[in-house]
């Protein structure tokens, strides 16, 4: 079975990496329709679910112990549930067939299945030019402001991996391939990556 797993900084192109390898290789790729199906199933808004999915849990655990006893923290509660779904729905999927996934911890969340782990960077100039690329017209962000986003977005990556395991995210031996879009296209990748991949496997067969 293959199930690929997709870790990405934010404006690497680690997204449209996914998208394009799954359908290199004629398999699936699941990243915002998880979200989808979580809200389905929580019977939430998307852009709620949206909001909490990569979020480390401890940020709502309450500051004092006063404050924990004398109210319920639904906040908490209610991303602990979110996470919980998102971690079954992952597994439901993978093992339903060949996938990839982006995002959400899914290479340690499904490390029975030995998915194949692809890390993808960038260098700062290549993710302001993919961010401008996919920015609404009418959004007014500096190269300060937009870098500053990238990287508090990928705090927030590395900090909910963190709950999974101890190996640091972006850690190259962490993962079986490590892909730097830096000034690159990313279509034209793929054909080299899906040969790769498809090596992996069949190397992995033999054993």
Same mark, same amino acid.
């Given at each position: 079975?293959?199930?690929?797993?997709?870790?990405?900084? $934010?404006?690497?192109?680690? *997204?449209?990496?996914?998208? *394009?390898?799954?359908?290199?290789?004629?398999?699936?790729?699941?990243?915002?329709?998880?979200?989808?199906?979580?809200?389905?199933? %929580?019977?939430?808004?998307?852009?709620?679910?949206?909001?909490?999915? %990569?979020?480390?849990?401890?940020? $709502?655990?309450?500051?004092?112990?006063?404050?924990?006893?004398?109210?319920?923290?639904?906040?908490?509660?209610? @991303?602990?549930?979110?996470?919980?779904?998102?971690?079954?729905?992952? *597994?439901?999927?993978?093992?339903?067939?060949?996938?990839?996934?982006?995002?959400?911890?899914?290479?340690?969340?499904? &490390? %029975?299945?030995?998915?194949?782990?692809? $890390?993808?960077?960038?260098? %700062?100039? &290549?993710?302001? &030019?993919?961010?401008? &690329?996919?920015?609404?017209?009418?959004?007014?962000?500096?190269?300060?402001?937009?870098?500053?986003?990238?990287?508090?977005?990928? *705090?927030?990556?590395?900090?909910?991996?963190?709950?999974?395991?101890?190996?640091?995210?972006?850690?190259?031996?962490?993962?079986?391939?490590?892909?730097?879009? @830096?000034?690159?296209?990313?279509?034209?990748?793929?054909?080299?990556?899906?040969?790769?991949?498809?090596?992996?496997?069949?190397?992995?067969? @033999?054993?």
């Amino acid at each position: 079975m293959k199930i690929i797993t997709i870790s990405r900084e $934010f404006g690497s192109g680690g *997204r449209e990496l996914g998208k *394009r390898l799954a359908d290199a290789l004629g398999i699936p790729c699941y990243d915002h329709q998880i979200i989808d199906l979580v809200a389905e199933k %929580e019977n939430l808004d998307k852009a709620y679910v949206a909001n909490r999915s %990569e979020k480390d849990i401890r940020a $709502f655990y309450p500051t004092t112990i006063a404050r924990g006893f004398s109210r319920p923290n639904y906040a908490l509660q209610q @991303t602990i549930q979110i996470m919980a779904s998102e971690q079954e729905i992952i *597994r439901k999927l993978a093992g339903e067939s060949d996938c990839v996934i982006v995002g959400r911890a899914a290479d340690i969340i499904l &490390s %029975e299945y030995k998915p194949f782990r692809i $890390f993808v960077c960038a260098d %700062e100039l &290549s993710k302001l &030019s993919r961010c401008y &690329s996919r920015a609404e017209t009418d959004e007014k962000m500096t190269d300060k402001e937009i870098l500053r986003k990238c990287r508090e977005i990928d *705090r927030h990556r590395a900090s909910y991996r963190s709950m999974f395991t101890d190996k640091k995210w972006g850690l190259a031996s962490g993962y079986d391939l490590c892909v730097n879009t @830096t000034e690159k296209e990313i279509k034209s990748l793929i054909p080299a990556l899906t040969a790769y991949i498809n090596a992996w496997y069949s190397e992995e067969k @033999t054993k």
